[in-house]
């Protein structure tokens, strides 16, 4: 089975506290865009795996076997999976590379062993794999409270170009939750919902939103912050970071704009460019 894996964005990140569990909740909207991995998954007595990306581990430590050992474990299973990965999505990016990939193989192997698990049960392994994972196994956009599992879907017909730019700069999640709790006392301000703040209709006009890992991620890395002025000096109406960085987007209302600014970032970064309304293939 062959089948794309998309990157996703933050258009807003609210750290709204820490939990007991060492987790933080979250507040956040995911926006799938047009930049995917491709995965070729079939049938086979073990697992394995091969990427295209070489500096990826390939082996248990791989968020993909991790994936096929949780179904294994689920369903009763014992057979495996080959998965070759054509990766595309860059790494540690705040695009949610690794835990689109994860969620794929979920959807694909649950089809391909006919195991009819349903939502909620997929939700839960998907979330033993990662905050993000599942997000990644809705079709649309959604409003995420919690860890990020929390989901309500939104069919977001986003009207702007989606400029992403990534300044192959790794920043570590743990890394920043760290940071943005000794920053912040580990008291978080409450506010207003994301959702209530940002308009995302083309009629509700100029889109505010923030993320919260900004101020720490910019205090480490000046070249993101000059990435996100850039980006609103080349016409960008919205400039944010993604995730807990390092990729910044613009959101642009015209194309020679965006183009512009790809082509302003392309000498330097890894640039990518999504078309308005875009709306990604489902993979079941
Ligand atoms: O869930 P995931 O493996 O992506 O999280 C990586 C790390 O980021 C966690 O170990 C935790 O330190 C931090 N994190 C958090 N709250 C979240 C998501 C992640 O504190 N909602």
Not at 190 to 211: E, F, M, T
Not at 271 to 276: N, R
Request: charged share 20%; hydrophobic share 40%.
């Amino acid at each position: 089975m062959n089948v794309k894996a998309y990157a996703k964005i933050n258009l807003g990140l609210h750290i709204v506290g820490k939990r007991q569990d060492g987790y933080h909740d979250i507040e956040t909207i995911f926006h799938r865009i047009n930049l995917f991995d491709e995965l070729n998954i079939e049938n086979s007595a073990d697992i394995s795996i091969s990427c295209s990306n070489t500096s990826l581990p390939t082996d248990s430590a791989n968020l993909c076997w991790k994936a096929v050992e949780l179904l294994r474990k689920e369903s009763g299973i014992t057979q495996g999976a080959k998965i070759g990965i054509k990766k595309s999505i860059p790494v540690g990016a705040g695009l949610g590379g690794g835990s689109s990939d994860a969620a794929a193989v979920l959807t694909a192997l649950n089809i391909m062993w006919n195991l009819s698990l349903d939502k909620a049960i997929l939700c839960g392994l998907a979330l033993q794999l990662g905050s993000d994972v599942p997000f990644f196994l809705e079709k649309s956009s959604a409003y995420a409270e919690g860890r990020g599992e929390k989901l309500v879907p939104m069919e977001l017909n986003l009207p702007y170009w989606i400029v992403l730019v990534h300044p192959n700069i790794h920043v570590s999640t743990p890394w920043a939750y760290t940071r943005l709790a000794e920053y912040r006392n580990g008291i978080f301000p409450q506010r207003p919902q994301l959702n209530d703040r940002i308009g995302l209709s083309p009629a509700a006009g100029v889109l505010q939103a923030d993320n919260d890992f900004e101020e720490i991620v910019f205090t480490e890395h000046q070249k993101i912050r000059k990435i996100k002025l850039q980006l609103k000096e080349l016409g960008a109406v919205l400039s944010l970071m993604s995730g807990s960085g390092s990729t910044m987007f613009g959101l642009f209302s015209d194309m020679l704009s965006a183009l512009n600014a790809v082509q302003f970032f392309s000498k330097e970064f890894f640039v990518h460019m999504t078309e308005p309304y875009f709306i990604p293939e489902s993979n079941d």
